[in-house]
């Protein structure tokens, strides 16, 4: 029986497997890491509402490239296909490719051929390194690679979102349909439940930043599967976008918070005691006799009472800390939820009476300064039913990973739980913001809860460290403001009540680095993830240039005096006053931000007007 015999024997659905399989193992002929994506790849699930009309895949980077020091040449590579295959692949005009069934006289209505679209995966540019993507996060289904069923589910959304205006209508009442056929088969296969969020943000770390937003939206319009846009690691349903200021001028909005649940704490010798609430069953339930369970808490609500728990720890135990990286960012507003938080532990200095000490008997030996890893033993020690400690990824490190746990025996995974790293001074750049005598917790350390927009209640000052402070608080909030005056002068530590207020979570203010500075260490890790040679750090510099981007654009006009906003337009951006603060930056740090600003404007020639009103050299 011939080739086309046997076609006109095979179904549509059986065609489609036939050139996928085909195509699959071609392209492993030229070492290439691939999925299919899009409504092929639906289709291999089993799971799509109609035949797909082309192969889509995603292309990642070449092992090894054929085509050093550049992305992949996809109409180059489409070339390849049609020269190298004749009896599979055929060039059109515009550069598209089909795969052709060489058959001409099918007994049903269906094409000859289907056209194969090629996407490339993090093409190359100075802020995105050229890179292998992790092959723990591509599905696999009778050998053939296949994007995860999550994120065909957020391209989908995105798609959704992103239609104008002049057609959404009809268009986004289909794609709506998709998205709700697509989240009705997540919600019955309770097998691909997604708890592995570094694994989406591998993939595209902006489409799982952005994909807060297009949920709340999408959740607006079509309020149902709430269960399901949580096990994405989406809350749609506790957010409400707020607009952005209006001297931004910018409609993309903010993702607010929703206030937590009630958290009791109390810290009593070091052990934090908590009392969570249990949820009653609602009054539309089927049975409203079920057994009471306590709440679920969202990820951000994780974070947040990750880093209470440790704050007060800390506290407890002599040791001042503030909160930075992407965990401070997300206090100060950024939309985007952290993976983890990291904490700065501010060593307590070395006590006065020392001087009396050759009067005095010697009792005994004085401490040994504290490290990073008697600090998490610490943290373990005092909440053993909170913390744990796992080996790190590498196995001759010598450190160990802590994971913050809200409930015992919660697995430590980045949707359940939340990693904790503990840091002290010299790390990284990190300042030295030590307690000095005579003062409170933490020069220039600034108090701050979740971003809610400026009103009125939203106290804490915007402190600067090295003893820069500016009072007043922001909107009408607390006044007195961190670092003493509105200007320039000798640090007073933190504010009257600055710490006593609460904002009704029962978690109050957490501490945090000062913005000027925490902008600086947010730009020396981007300048670290896009040098980084592993890939998963190396995917977190795009991560970064989103932070950045919003700490630039937002941040900026609401906490730096000078910056975007017009606020303090009279304030002298020098280095003496900011950037070369001595007590805060060290002389090489500084060097190094300078360059990491010129690199940074480089690869993102949009923000150097803001970088240069904020006193830095641009190209």
Known sequence: MDSEAQNEEQSPSSLISLAVHTTSK??????LQFAFTGAVASHIYGEALSLPERIQILLFSPDPDPWPGTSIDIPKFKETLAQDHPEHFISFPHRRLHFHFHSHSLPYPAPSSLEVVFTAHLSHSPSVPHIHIHTLTIDTINTLPLVPYPILLLHELQTWDSLPAASASALQATRGKSVLHMLSVFRRRTDWEWEHHDDLAMFDARLHTASEARAARFFAAHPSFRKEWQRLGLM????????????EGEGEGLVQLARALTITEKVKNGIVNKSVPFAAPSSSSINNTATLRPAKLSRMQIRRLAARTAVDILAAHGFPCAIFGSMACKLYGNPRVPNDVDILVLPPPPSSSSSSAASSPPASSPPAPPTQESLKLLLLTAAPHHFTLKPARDPAASYRVLWFLPTPNTPPTPHRACKVDVLLPGVM????????EGQGQGEGVVWRRAWAGPGPGLGGGLGFGGGLGFGGGLGGGLGGGLGGGPGPGAGAGTGAGAGEQGDGDGMGLLPV?????????KLQAWDDHRRAAEARNALKAPVDVQDLEWMLSVGAGRFLRGGRGGRGRGRDWSWDAVWGDRGVFEVEFERRSRERVFAFCEAEPAWKGVWARLGFVVP
Do not use: C, K, M, W
Request: proline share 9%; net charge neutral.
């Open 429 to 436: 750049g990190l300042p030295d913001l030590s307690v000095r």
């Open 513 to 521: 680095l000062p913005f000027h500075v925490l902008l600086l260490q």
């Open 26 to 31: 071609i392209l492993q002929q030229y070492n």
């Open 236 to 247: 749609p349903h506790r957010r409400r976008l707020e607009a952005q200021t209006e001297e």
